[in-house]
């Protein structure tokens, strides 16, 4: 089993409507969740980071983290063709300092 | 604040050669993690730096190595290179501390020849 697994997609969806993004973790001690986009030749930047169980929204942005389903989810509102990229999800395991754990990313596509 | 500034861009070298690649976090910054980026293994850490000293590390043959400055500043160093090498290498900074967000750099595009 991955430690952090996401579905590769890619996920399209049409401007305007929401896309939902999805990841699951194993080790269950872990602390820290954070969400990264990468835009094709780029580097990763990070859009959310997320510590507690529930939501945390920035802008058009929802994280949701469920420590004991361990799961955490990205929502995008109102999707715009500008946010098609790579969407990576990362993971600091239980005593981990700053290592970062990636899953393998979710490629969205927003359609007009 | 400036962001985390990477040298070289990108770098074309051999098989059996060495290569040295430089980063320079935000300021403030403590902390310097280093990433390979491939289409086959996707994002895997390396190691972290933090004042100097690497506390942690990832499951990579010692030909790979590092090393921080008192500035902050890191070096990752690549020594007698291997096809599978050629790669994407980032570099992250974050505040000190554990479990604080990273801030990636450009990164540095590897190619072995």
């Known amino acids: 089993q991955k430690e952090v697994e996401q579905n590769s997609g890619p996920l399209s969806v049409p401007e305007g409507a929401i896309a939902s993004l999805n990841c699951t973790y194993s080790d269950r001690g872990s602390q820290s969740f954070f969400w990264y986009r990468q835009y094709s030749g780029k580097s990763p930047e990070l859009i959310m980071s997320i510590y507690s169980n529930g939501d945390k929204e920035d802008g058009r942005f929802t994280a949701q983290l469920n420590k004991a389903s361990q799961y955490v989810s990205l929502l995008i509102r109102d999707s715009q063709p500008s946010d098609s990229a790579t969407y990576l999800c990362?993971?600091?395991?239980?005593?981990?300092?700053?290592?970062?754990?990636f899953g393998a990313g979710t490629r969205l596509a927003v359609h007009p | 604040k400036a962001g985390v500034t990477q040298t070289p861009r990108y770098l074309i070298k051999t098989r059996g050669q060495q290569v040295t690649l430089s980063c320079s976090p935000i300021s403030g910054h403590r902390s310097v993690s280093w990433y390979q980026q491939t289409p086959g293994q996707g994002l895997q850490f390396l190691f972290e730096?933090?004042?100097?000293?690497?506390?942690n590390k990832g499951n990579f043959p010692g030909r790979f190595s590092g090393r921080q400055f008192s500035n902050s500043r890191s070096e990752m160093n690549v020594s007698t290179l291997e096809l599978g090498d050629s790669a994407l290498y980032l570099c992250a900074s974050s505040d000190s501390g554990r479990n604080n967000e990273q801030f990636f750099g450009p990164g540095t595009r590897l190619t072995v020849l």
């Open positions: 730096y933090f004042s100097e000293t690497q506390r």
């Open positions: 990362a993971v600091i395991l239980s005593g981990g300092y700053n290592k970062l754990i």
